[in-house]
Structures are given as C-alpha cells and as structure tokens.
C-alpha cells in the first residue's frame, strides 16, 4: 500500500483516472495499487522463468510511484488493447514522389492512431519549385506537406483525448530552410509540430568565420549550374546536389535565432554532435527525433521511457542529515531496466518495421523526474555548483547501474542484434564509461544498445504528486496548469511538491534554498543540463526559459554557449504572443511551453 504521506491527492486522481485508469473492460482499476498489479503482470508474464517473482519486484518498483513508465505503458500494459506501449516513434525517410509521401502520411496515421508521437525528417522532399521532371510539374516544397500532416493529427485526436504530437526537422542546408524557420508565426499554424533545423558543425564553423553559406539538393542528373557532393538522406554515400543559392551563414543564423526569440520556435540539434556520440554510429545515420527531442532515432526507431523519481530517495528531507539514498536508487534502475527490456517483447507495434528496429537495437531511456524538488530538499540550490554537482553524481549512478544491469542482461538473455563488439567499443561514450563496465561490454556483451534518456515527465510527474518535472527548475511555488481529460481541457490549480512537503512539517513560508524559474538566469539552466550530458547516451529534454525582457544578445549566446559546452540540442523558450502557455504561475505570473527537446 501506499503511504499516507503520499496517497494520491486531487491532481494525481485526475490523471489517474483520465489517463492510466483501465475502465469499460469488465476488469477496472478500482484504485492505482491496481494500476501497478496490471503493469506488474504484464511486463513480468514475458520472463521465461520466474514469473511471479518478477511481477512482486516490477510491483515494488513502481509502488509509492518510485519508478514511473513512460505514459503509454501505464496506459496499455495488461488492457488487451490494440495500443502501443512506446510514446514515440522516428518515422521511416519520405521518399521524395507522391507515392512515397502519402505512404509516409498512412504510416504517421496509423502509429498515432495506436498511441505513439512521431518524429519525421523532411529533407527528402525536394524544395518549392524545383522541377519534377516526369510529370512535368513543380515541387511545392516540404512545408507545404507539413500542414497535411497536421491535418491528419488533428483528424486521429478526434477519436481520443490524447494530445497529438510531432517533431519536423530539416536540414539546415536545404533549400527551404528559411520557409522552414518561418512556418509557425501565425496563430493555429503547424501547431501539433514542434520543429527543429539540423544544424550542422559546418554551419557553425561558417558562422564563426562569417562566410557564405550553400543551400543545395540532391539533383544527380544536373548537367548545368554549379553542384558539388554532399552526402544527403536517402542515399547511400555522397551524391550529387545542386546549389539552389548562397547567402551569409550568419543571416542563416541570425534567422533561426530571431524565429525561436520571437516565436519560441524552432529549436536546434547539433546533428552532427548527435551522430558522432551515437553508440551505433557504425550502422545508423540519424536525421530526427521523438517529438521532445530526449531520443535520437533511426528510421522506424521508438522511445522506450522509464524515470526514477529522485523525491521518493530523500532521506531525512529539509535538515542537516539530509541525504539521498543511492544505494536504494541502483537498486531501482536494476530492476527498471528489465522492466523497459520486457517492454519490447510485451508492446504492440503499429507497423512491423518499428518492431524490427526495437527487436534489433533494444533502445530504452532510463531517466529522472523530481530533480529541482529533490535538491530542495537536500539543502541545495538547482543554480549553483553543488546543486549542479548533486544531479551530475545522481545521473552518473543512474547511468553506470544501467550499464552494468544490461551487461547482466546479455549475459543472460543474450546481446542485442546489432552488437558489434569492436565497433560498438569505440563509440565515445563507451569510451567515457568507468574500465570495469567497459570490459565487461567486451567480455558478455549489452542487451541494450542505448540505456539513458531524460523525457520531460509532464503527466507521471503530476501523477508523482506534482513533483517537478523532469530536469526542469520547479516552475513555481503554485500555479494553474491546463490538463487535457477525456471531457475536455480542464485548468487545475497546484502547488509544487517540495514546498507541499515543507507546509506539511507545519513550517511557514517557503523551504531554504527554494529555487524556481523565475529565480535562475538563462545560464544557469544550461549548466545543469551541461552537468547531466555526459551521463545520458541518448539526450535530454531540457526549456532554457528567459524572461520576456531577455535581451536578444544575450538570448543569442545562449545557443553558442550550448554548442560549446557539448550538448546535443538547444531548445530557448521566451514568453509570447504565438505559441500560448499551458502554465500559468500564481508567484510570480510566468508562463513556459511543454518541452520540445
């Protein structure tokens, strides 16, 4: 059973009941203790042996709401419904011919339809005006395309209640780069994307050294006009592309940077960076990712989400003894990273092309929530260095356990297909792990071929007892937030966890070394995600928010800043008349969008 202390309060039932709750099946859960048992049997009746005894462990894990599953496994776990159990996917490249996008639309369709978000890349798709030569017409451009998908997602929404999500990338070489950064300025455009330009180390380097920058297709047949060789998806090796134009790498810049400052859109991926650090970058090329951007994907890859709740390891919270339990939190992430492993062979997939991709990888993401809240409690403040170096040691625990969980895994389940031992040794992030772990890769082997990723944990946080979320500052002390039920949008009123807690020990008034983010400057954000990076194979899903008063300058630097302290993307969120807000702070009034990566 539950504590008392942490029985479900008003905002934990109505996410329970809207969103995890089976009903309507003759076998109902009558209370979240049965939530747990049904998930509990479920991921546990794939184990060859020991049946029951995994299902009392996966229930003690998720009990108290310790550990807390991605959404879609708490949903559809145990139902017996045609659901996924993964919330995202990577979909396939569009092949750049009528065909081949309305295929890619049908199989958007079908994975939304089964519960999963979608991640495409549209650089495949020739830019406006480019002639198709067989059939004697023009391309109308990828972003042109783009509203069809969001047509579509908004059609499958209207069969459930679950917010649909997407994620657009695009090259930032490509022709239409500017329509691209563009194409979210008014209101009810594209609004069930979130995009991201691929922002290579070329582009960077062009933008210190103030040179001109190529926008450029693939065009093999061109036999007049400048081209030159670039290596281009969908083709095996480089090809040859037209240059479309040249304009200054800085405008390019200066562009993307002026879009997200205005308009909190688009965000930025270090493509290359991503690439580079891929522990499959032997065999993957990778162009996207979900639609929150903690998970870079192949083509037809899936978000495999699970996160530690760090509150629930708070030892002695709010005095001098404070401390966090890691000894409790290894054991956890031991036994969370069977239970994201059964979830493959235990899921629904909408198409079999994602069932391959998850059987040959095994990808999870073992991550965190409750981080600003946990520090709270410790004592320590999320803005300074022993915050920063708190979190960095937590995820560092997380991370290494993971490891060596999987690497007891493989040996007894066996490594995952695509395990290349030499290859897969020289990734740099293999590299970084501590020697015994690296030596046990070589010697057995690893059931996963990526164990860590940090989601943005809306909804299970709000499940938790409103912890905070993800890696996220606390938003503020007590707010109103809009929750999407199966009766519609509903505004609920809530009050951050740690500060419930401290109230709760008849204290007045806020706890010591209370932080939220209306406190921490732009900079400070970055560094705790900087702090956590080189623990997280996949990413992390991270909003650097600034006041709406942020000087441009400085909102600029932001993003250089991110480039050059090693992270995989960048997402700033400045307050504005577009985009809306789903939370809206009562101490001081702020406001902050759902993550996008």
């Known amino acids: ?44 009746a794939v184990e060859p042996v020991a049946q029951s005894s995994w299902a009392q462990r996966f229930r003690y894990l998720l009990s108290e709401c310790k550990f807390l599953p991605g959404g879609r496994i708490l949903a559809g776990a145990g139902t017996g419904r045609n659901v996924t159990l993964f919330n ?47 059939v004697g017409s023009t391309a109308s451009g990828p972003v042109s395309f783009m509203h069809i998908w969001d047509s579509m997602c908004a059609t499958v929404l209207s069969s459930g209640f679950r917010r649909g999500a997407m994620m657009a990338t695009l090259r930032c070489d490509h022709p239409d780069i500017e329509t691209f950064i563009t194409a ?45 060789m670039s290596h281009w998806p969908g083709y095996d090796g480089a090809v040859r592309c037209r240059v479309f134009r040249r304009l200054k790498a800085r ?65 002695e919270p709010f ?17 969370a990273v069977r239970l994201l492993d059964n979830v493959i062979e235990c899921s629904l997939y909408p198409l079999p092309q994602q069932q391959d991709q998850a059987s040959a990888t095994r990808r999870i993401g073992m991550g965190m929530t409750g981080l600003a809240d946990t520090l709270i409690m410790l004592g320590l403040s999320y803005g300074e260095n022993t915050g920063r170096e708190m979190a960095a040691r937590i995820m560092a625990t997380i991370c290494h356990r993971a490891y060596r969980s999987s690497i007891e895994l493989a040996k007894e389940k066996g490594v995952f297909p695509l395990f290349d031992a030499d290859a ?3 990734s740099p992030f293999i590299t970084s792990l501590p020697k015994d772990i690296v030596q046990g890769i070589k010697r057995y082997g690893l059931r996963n071929s990526h164990l860590l990723a940090i989601a943005p944990t809306g909804t299970i946080s709000l499940l938790a007892g409103n912890v905070s979320s993800g890696v996220e500052p606390v938003f503020a002390q007590s707010y109103s937030r809009r929750v999407m039920t199966e009766t519609g949008e509903r ?39 900087a702090a956590l990076q080189p623990f997280v194979d996949n990413a992390i899903s991270k909003t650097v928010n600034v006041p709406q008063d942020c000087d441009f300058a400085m909102f600029e630097s932001l993003y250089m800043d991110a480039y050059r302290v ?23 009034c702020e406001s902050a969008p759902v993550s996008p990566g």
């Open 88 to 134: 995202c996917f990577v979909m396939g490249q569009i092949e750049d011919s009528m065909n081949g996008i309305f295929e890619a639309l049908k199989e958007g369709a079908v994975t939304m339809q089964m519960g999963g978000g979608v991640g495409y890349d549209f650089s495949t798709l020739r830019p406006r005006g480019m002639p198709a030569r067989r």
């Open 424 to 426: 897969y040794l020289q």
């Open 184 to 228: 979210k300025q008014q209101q009810n455009v594209l609004r069930r994307f979130n995009l991201s330009v691929l922002v290579s180390d070329k582009l960077i380097q062009a933008v210190e050294n103030d040179e001109d920058w190529s926008l450029l297709f693939p065009d093999p047949a061109a036999a007049d006009g400048e081209s030159v």
């Open 1 to 44: 059973m539950m504590s008392d202390e942490y029985a479900l309060n008003d905002i934990a039932n109505l996410v329970w009941a809207s969103k995890y709750r089976l009903r309507g099946t003759g076998k109902d859960d009558n209370c979240i203790q049965e939530t747990w048992d049904r998930v509990a049997e479920a991921l546990s």
């Open 566 to 588: 090693g992270l995989k993307g960048c997402t700033v969120f400045r307050p504005n008349p577009v985009s809306g807000a789903i939370l809206q702070g009562c101490a001081p």
């Open 319 to 335: 005095t001098s003894a404070a401390r966090i339990d890691m000894h409790a939190i290894e054991e956890h992430v031991q036994i």
């Open 251 to 315: 405008d390019l810049w200066h562009q993307i940077i002026s879009a997200a400052y205005d308009y909190a859109e688009p965000g930025v991926l270090f493509i290359d960076r991503i690439n580079q650090w891929n522990n499959l970058y032997y065999c993957e090329q990778i162009t996207a990712t979900n639609p929150c951007g903690e998970i870079p994907l192949q083509p037809y890859g899936c978000c495999n989400l699970g996160s530690i709740n760090l509150t629930r390891f708070v030892r």
């Open 491 to 529: 505004d609920v009123q809530l009050q951050d966890y740690a500060v419930q807690r401290w109230q709760q020990k008849g204290e007045e008034g806020l706890p010591p070394f209370y932080t939220d983010a209306s406190r921490l400057s732009p900079r400070q954000h970055l560094d705790m995600q």
